[in-house]
């Protein structure tokens, strides 16, 4: 593999650095460090890329993608880490609308994909019930057929952001007499101003919405928000799940919390020295810099099988498990790094802060003052997506054979 960029992608990396500092939003500034993001805040630019035409970089030209190569899609990702843009949320552009566009009708690829395109209409995900995690096949809501409607009940959980969304997309039982669990599953799409849906929020140890429950009471959807056939809806999902683990990874990010990571070890000090003279600390981040680099490799390669027509698949695992590590691997030196300058704080947050309204700044250097709320946030990636245990076994099934 060439990993040299030839004069054209060059031309290209020029491109996409100078739209990004011309078109990027200024008010959005490094939201690694904001914790106060408003929907449109989340949208802003989404829509600046749907109007250019970059919302969906990894979608098939004729529904409104880039056709940009292996290697482009790689410099994009990589510009927009270097400025830590808030890119479009993943729901709509890499997990329901690869959906529609695979299996849905001509009516739902017309109804839905212009929307997601541009950042006008917002997804959510109704997977995960408090009962079905990684074993989603277990999941209980079920949506029973009535006329020209499904009638849907049930409740799900950890709907991330679901408080803004205008759609979402669920996995609902159709045939609670299967022979097996997954074979009694549909993918159905839902309006969430339909009568019945409530959004609860699920408040965090530091007072933030990020997560919901969803409840679902007699809920009526139009047959013909059904994709694909009906009971077929876990293939649809394992489908979206690759796609899905495949970004999880999150190479180019990672790339740059090491530059950041470095650039903290080289501030903070040990006995009087940088603390990125330490052989012990040194060779963490080294370490951590091999692995990601072995990383990357395994996703340009990834990416060049997708170009070549071939969708995401057991690699993604691979993908998911390693990334999602080595992002933990990294909040941790970060937060080791920093010191006693971690020790979170909560500002104004009623009864967690001690003194509401306060207007004490935190201790220490900015870059610290969110180290620890990010490691902790970051525990999670190993779960969500398919916990990284269920991965290993669907590589020792589908790779390995085993």
């Keep these: 593999m060439n990993l040299e960029f030839t004069p054209e992608e060059l031309a290209f990396r020029e491109e996409v650095r100078t739209f990004i500092e011309a078109n990027y939003p200024k008010h959005l500034g490094d939201t690694g460090m904001r914790e106060d993001l408003s929907r449109e805040d989340f949208v802003a630019w989404h829509k600046v890329l ?5 919302s969906v970089p990894a979608w098939p030209e004729q529904y409104g993608g880039t056709g940009w190569t292996p290697t482009q899609r790689y410099i994009w990702s990589e510009e927009n880490a270097r400025v830590n843009a808030l890119m479009p949320l993943p729901f709509g552009v890499s997990m329901v609308g690869p ?41 209980k809501t079920t949506a029973v057929r009535d006329g020209d409607h499904y009638v849907i009940n049930g409740q799900k959980t950890w ?20 022979a097996k669990p997954q074979e009694g599953i549909s993918f159905i799409l839902i309006d969430m101003k339909t009568p019945g849906v409530e959004v609860k929020p699920i408040k965090l140890l530091d007072g933030g919405h990020e997560v919901n429950e969803t409840w679902l009471t007699d809920v009526r959807v139009p047959v013909e928000n059904l994709v694909g056939e009906e009971n077929k809806g876990w293939t649809y999902a394992k489908f979206l799940l690759a796609h899905e683990r495949s970004g999880i990874a999150g190479v180019a990010r990672s790339k740059r919390g090491v530059e950041r990571l470095r650039e903290i070890a080289g501030e903070e000090l040990l006995d009087g020295e940088p603390l990125i003279n330490d052989f012990d600390f040194a060779r963490k981040v080294s370490q951590l810099e091999i692995d990601l680099a072995a990383l990357e490799i395994t996703e340009l390669r990834t990416l060049a099988g997708e170009q070549a027509g071939k969708g995401p698949g057991p690699e993604s695992s691979i993908l998911k498990i390693k990334g999602t590590e080595i992002q933990q691997r990294l909040t941790e030196l970060t937060l080791e790094a920093v010191g006693s300058y971690g020790t979170p704080y909560y500002g104004n947050i009623a009864g967690l802060s001690g003194d509401e ?28 997506g398919g916990s990284n245990e269920i991965q290993r076994n669907i590589i020792t099934k589908m790779i390995l054979g085993l």
Excluded at 159 to 178: E, I, K, S
Aim: one cysteine or more; hydrophobic letters at 30%.
């Design 159 to 178: 709907t991330t952001l679901a408080q803004y969304a205008d759609w979402g997309f669920f996995l609902c039982r159709t045939a609670p007499d299967a």
């Design 357 to 384: 309204g306060s207007n004490q700044y935190p201790i220490g250097p900015d870059y610290a003052h969110h180290s620890a709320a990010t490691y902790f946030n970051m525990r999670k990636t190993s779960i969500y």
């Design 99 to 139: 959906v529609i566009y695979t299996f849905g009708n001509e009516e739902q690829k017309a109804q839905h994909l212009p929307g997601i395109r541009s950042g006008e209409t917002w997804w959510c995900q109704g997977y995960s019930e408090p009962g079905a995690g990684s074993d989603l096949a277990s999941l």
């Design 50 to 54: 749907g109007e250019k035409g970059w």
